[in-house]
């Protein structure tokens, strides 16, 4: 306690000026140190609670304006998936409080208002703010208790609590406090520390009152705190008077104050939906900080931001049909000129016209026809494919394609396919196909080395790329290299208590978990702990039409008819059987066996692996990696996740270990589980195999199976093949090899 003696002046001061701030890294403020968190320094002395940095100068994110409007569409679509979630659970018989769901500075009655960017401060998470909690002490001998309601109160009190006798029979001097590492928390997002009396709503004077503060029996307002049980639940007050000793319940309950101030005395509202729970401040479920991460586009690509805005529905439209070749009515001579004028593009248009007459004039002249009609496709489809598009093709979308798009609103944002394919083609443009500096290629393809990554023997270099470009087509992977600078962006809007998704069912009843924003800081604006990384990341992307054949052999019931002739890209054909996973996996439930399911399955148990595999040969600890799944493109991307410097243990991976890396893929031991045949026929998933931290993981440790690989029960989630094997991706491209 003498630590935090001192440490702040009066209690407005702990919520303003003087509150000390930690030393952390800024990956660690933002996430597990953000305000609303639990913890404890080293040594395990002294519990605390996170609180916003309030100085007068706040740290600024160093983002581009087009990266904080991104992050204000990400929030809007957060707060409006969550609440929808948490908000369907009510029926007629039971309707569910909106206050329950989300925020109340995000609600207009049962509507969700989102904050705007002017109401919102994007900071960089270098300073976070402390104070001592809970504020609740026991002496180890004689269990006598005391609370404090504040720092300024503790630091006032700390002369009595050196004086209190001990008036255990062993003792000799004061008592020898501790401070009580149990907390109270509710799916409210509240939280309180140990007290003898519990939260009631008062009908005479219509308000919130603390029942229990005196003994009963007594009037005594000293108590004693009982922690002999190793079960926190069981613990339990009694009076301090020794010719008392009243004991209050055998079980230690406490109401949720901010539900209670909601319910008051409703008839027919149980008790359990009120009562907290006791808990170590310790616990993961005491605080879940709510993040989210988006690839960053590079400033040149900022325009394919302002295609996921609701407004701009028909360029994202227009977008989809030319990435995938979808057809589409050809704009006419008049459209291509008036567009063209219009945009000051006069020199362009002449230039056609030029050509236009050449043609004419020429047109018993096959030569020449053929070198006007080249010319004028190379103007037409510079047009089309500038950055950005001088004229956008009439788009053409499959029905089934077009409904799909109006139902945006069912995926969230990491699982939106739509979202997905533009920043594919954002990373696409940025990094996989933008030209290098000085010998170091920004995307550095393994089966075509650049200077700094390739061996320095020419020969040697030449034997690598061939054995790397063999173990690649035996891995059913057409394209995969190292990403020197994956360029991403984190941010935390804000947490929850005991459970870290909209539903959590509790005596079998589901119950809103409420998602509360930050409290605001000095200038009245709710905090966004923003974090960009640019760190190594290894990008992999799967041969479609291996994926395709695989898609067959398991003989999915919605598979589209494609073949390699044809001139839409499988991602388009797949993109109109997509399937929503639902609002936080609340449809990812036993269906029938669906195409988008097992591609994603696929991706996502392929990075898994791989980040074990870099695991184990590079140092890297599984909860320091992340992963991004592409699954229209078929691909994902396993990248270093800090913000520490990055010393090129994914380069160095690959210049040291190279095909061994690579060939480990195709090992069965890389497929197996620890826990054997009990693992393989629950799904080909868990902790003993492909499971990583959740922290880690893009889904939730779901949409996972080594059977996807390597052939064998199929996932959880497939109820079409219950009791059959199916075929591994692996298997199928061993397959086609032997063919």
């Known amino acids: 306690m003498s630590k935090h003696r001192g440490m702040l002046a009066n209690d407005d001061e702990s919520k303003t000026l003087h509150a000390p701030t930690m030393a952390r890294s800024r990956g660690q403020l933002g996430s597990a140190y953000a305000p609303g968190a639990f913890f404890t320094f080293e040594g395990g002395l002294g519990a605390c609670i996170s609180i916003p940095d309030l100085s007068a100068t706040e740290d600024d994110a160093p983002i581009q304006p087009e990266t904080k409007s991104q992050i ?3 929030l809007q ?3 409006q998936s ?11 018989e039971r309707e569910i409080d ?10 207009k009655g049962s509507v969700v208002v989102p904050l705007g960017g002017d109401s919102l401060s994007f900071l960089s998470p270098l300073r976070m703010g402390y104070s001592p909690a809970p504020l609740t002490f026991v002496c180890n001998k004689c269990r006598l208790f005391r609370n404090f309601e504040s720092v300024h109160q503790l630091a006032g009190s700390m002369g009595e609590l050196h004086k209190a006798r001990c008036t255990a029979a062993e003792a000799k001097g004061g008592c020898e406090w501790r401070q009580v590492d149990v907390i109270f928390v509710h799916w409210s997002g509240e939280w309180m520390p140990v007290t003898p009396g519990r939260w009631e709503w008062d009908e005479r004077n219509n308000a919130i009152r603390l029942y229990g503060e005196e003994c009963k029996v007594c009037g005594g307002q000293d108590f004693k705190l009982n922690t002999d049980s190793p079960r926190i639940g069981q613990w339990h007050f009694y009076c301090a008077n ?17 539900t209670t101030g909601i319910f008051r005395n409703q008839p027919g509202i149980p008790v359990a939906r009120r009562r907290m729970e006791p808990i170590s401040y310790r616990a993961s479920s005491a605080y879940y900080a709510q993040s989210e991460q988006f690839v960053l586009f590079p400033e040149s690509e900022h325009h394919l931001i302002t295609m996921l805005e609701p407004q701009h529905e028909t360029e994202l439209a227009t977008f989809i049909c030319t990435q995938f070749r979808f057809g589409g009515r050809k704009l006419s001579t008049e459209e291509m000129k008036s567009t063209l004028l219009a945009a000051g593009e006069n020199s362009e248009w002449i230039s056609y016209e030029n050509w236009m007459k050449i043609r004419e004039l020429e047109k018993d002249n096959p030569t020449i026809l053929k070198i006007a009609d080249d010319e004028i496709n190379k103007l037409i489809t510079r047009w089309t494919t500038s950055t950005p598009p001088l004229l956008r093709p009439n788009a053409d979308l499959p029905s089934a394609v077009k409904e799909r798009l109006r139902q945006r609103s069912e995926y969230t944002s ?9 920043e594919h083609e954002a990373l696409n443009r940025g990094k996989l196909s933008a030209p290098g500096d000085a010998g170091r290629a920004k995307f550095v393809r393994f089966n075509h080395l650049d200077k700094d990554l390739a061996p320095k023997n020419v020969k040697i270099k030449a034997i690598q790329e061939s054995e790397t470009k063999r173990l690649m087509s035996k891995l059913g992977i057409a394209d995969m290299g190292l990403i020197r600078e994956f360029d991403l962006c984190r941010f935390t809007h804000g947490y929850t208590r005991v459970s870290a998704t909209p539903i959590l069912n509790r005596h079998n009843q589901d119950m809103p978990v409420r998602l509360k924003l930050f409290e605001p800081l000095r200038n009245g604006k709710r905090p966004i702990y923003v974090v960009t990384q640019a760190n190594e990341a290894l990008y992999v992307r799967l041969d479609p039409v291996v994926v395709y054949k695989w898609l067959q052999s398991i003989d999915v019931l919605d598979l589209p008819e494609w073949d390699e002739s044809n001139s839409i890209k499988l991602g388009g054909k797949i993109l109109e059987v997509t399937q929503p996973f639902g609002r936080y996996f609340s449809l990812l439930k036993e269906d029938e066996a669906s195409t988008y399911r097992y591609i994603y399955t696929l991706l996502h148990t392929y990075a898994h692996t791989l980040m074990k595999n870099v695991a184990e040969l590079s140092g890297l ?8 799944i592409f699954p229209l493109d078929f691909a994902f991307v396993v990248y270093r996740n800090g913000t520490t410097m990055d010393l090129g243990n994914l380069s160095s991976l690959w210049r040291n270990e190279n095909n061994r890396f690579l060939a480990r893929l195709l090992e069965n031991s890389t497929h197996r589980c620890n826990s054997g045949r009990l693992c393989d026929s629950t799904g080909g998933a868990c902790p003993d195999c492909i499971m990583i931290p959740e922290t880690s993981c893009l889904a939730q440790n779901q949409l996972l199976s080594r059977a996807v690989l390597k052939g064998g029960h199929p996932p959880r989630e497939d109820a079409t093949h219950k009791g059959q094997r199916i075929k591994g991706f692996l298997e199928i491209v061993n397959d086609i090899d032997e063919k």
């Not at 008392?244 to 406490?254: A, F, L, P, T």
């Open 82 to 92: 969550w609440f929808a979630r948490a908000y369907e659970i009510g029926t007629g």
């Open 242 to 258: 020794p010719k008392c000793g009243h004991k209050g319940s055998s079980s230690w309950r406490q109401n949720d104050r901010f």
């Open 77 to 79: 679509e957060i707060w």
């Open 621 to 628: 600890d599984l909860g320091s990696m992340g992963e991004y």
């Open 98 to 107: 909106p206050r329950l769901c989300l925020d109340e500075s995000l609600l």
């Open 72 to 74: 204000v569409l990400r």
């Open 414 to 422: 990491r699982f939106d396919p739509f979202i997905l394919a533009v």
